[in-house]
């Protein structure tokens, strides 16, 4: 079975930053892409980022400019970097994994929540 281990969400106060971190482990033999989502109270999961095998990425707009998505092939690890958090980033961040091959899997982490007061 898959496993994604996530890390590295807190509280944290408007304008700081954080860093997540999540590890991929079990039976993967080729991931095409990964990323992060995330959902806030009352609304609906959305994309963050994402980062391909290629390198290529892709950012909501809201966070633009302000969170670096980067992974680690080897180590099947990908990293999001929160910067000038505010509050409308309050959410359950979920870490995203999609395997390539004959068959595509997607896999999901239990999600780590952030919290940015004002």
């Known amino acids: 079975q898959v496993q994604l281990v996530e890390s590295g969400g807190g509280l944290v106060q408007a304008g700081g930053s954080l860093r997540l971190s999540c590890a991929a482990s079990?039976?993967?033999?080729?991931?095409?892409?990964m990323g992060w989502y995330r959902q806030g109270s009352g609304k609906q999961r959305e994309l963050v980022a994402a980062i391909t095998v290629g390198g290529r990425t892709d950012y909501a707009d809201s966070v633009k400019g302000r969170f670096t998505i980067s992974r680690d092939s080897a180590k099947n690890t990908v990293y999001l970097q929160l910067n000038s958090l505010k509050p409308e980033d309050t959410a359950v961040y979920y870490c995203?994994?999609?395997?390539?091959?004959?068959?595509?899997?997607?896999?999901w982490g239990q999600g780590t929540q952030v919290t940015v007061s004002s």
């Open positions: 079990g039976s993967i033999f080729s991931i095409s892409t």
């Open positions: 995203n994994v999609q395997t390539s091959g004959s068959v595509t899997y997607v896999y």
